[in-house]
């Protein structure tokens, strides 16, 4: 039985090196990507902050569950 595909290879490791570079140029010199990790463990702190009991209960069974990540100092989003 022949084939009549052809082997077809494309190596984007250029264009995505090229994304990468768009997107870090268009964060401007301003951003500063410590600051934003702080801002997010903030955040994080400040949603789960002030539970009562059964809602501690939950959001400790939830991180044990593996559901939400363990509260801890640089857990920036994955």
């Known amino acids: 039985m022949s084939?009549?595909?052809v082997a077809f290879d494309l190596d984007l490791t250029i264009e995505e090196a090229r994304r990468r570079?768009?997107?870090?140029?268009?964060?401007?010199?301003?951003?500063?990507?410590?600051a934003v990790m702080r801002g997010e463990d903030e955040a994080y702190a400040l949603l789960y902050?002030?539970?009562?009991?059964?809602?501690?209960r939950t959001?400790?069974?939830?991180?044990?569950?593996?559901?939400?990540?363990?509260q801890r100092p640089g857990r920036a989003a994955h």
């Open 3 to 5: 084939s009549n595909l």
């Open 21 to 34: 570079a768009e997107v870090v140029a268009a964060l401007g010199p301003d951003w500063d990507p410590v």
């Open 49 to 56: 902050s002030g539970l009562d009991a059964d809602q501690q």
């Open 59 to 70: 959001y400790d069974g939830l991180v044990a569950a593996g559901v939400l990540p363990a």
